[in-house]
């Protein structure tokens, strides 16, 4: 299975942009999907996680209330509704693909390479 995200840009402190990471190949229904972020010279960071098949989420605290992940199984695409951003969401942000319910990014065998999103002040 192969991730290819986009949606990423440059916008304004409060503004909204949409991630998608679209799949190619299938995805198993008891897959874990995630966006990870990572900002310069920090450690790659858990935001949110959804399973394939069923609604389950988690957010990471940060992000809780302002982003929003969502899955279409029939464009095999997971997708990233990013709402009120800040200039702390500045930061390449990667799907990726795994099996296990975990916000650890070890859980995760498969990755987007990555789409960058810079929030000005």
């Known amino acids: 299975v192969q991730l290819q995200a986009s949606g990423g840009g440059l916008v304004q402190a409060g503004a909204s942009l949409r991630l998608s990471c679209a799949a190619s190949g299938r995805i198993y229904s008891s897959a874990v999907m995630a966006w990870f972020r990572q900002a310069p010279g920090m450690e790659r960071e858990f935001v949110a996680l959804?399973?394939?098949?069923?609604?389950?989420?988690d957010y990471a605290e940060s992000v809780k209330g302002r982003f929003t992940i969502s899955r279409d199984s029939a464009r095999n695409t997971v997708y990233l509704q990013m709402n009120s951003l800040k200039p702390e969401d500045t930061a390449v942000y990667y799907c990726?693909?795994?099996?296990?319910?975990?916000?650890?990014?070890?859980?995760?065998?498969?990755w987007g390479q990555g789409t960058q999103v810079t929030v000005s002040s």
């Open positions: 990726a693909r795994g099996s296990q319910w975990s916000r650890q990014r070890g859980a995760y065998v498969n």
């Open positions: 959804t399973r394939w098949s069923r609604d389950s989420t």
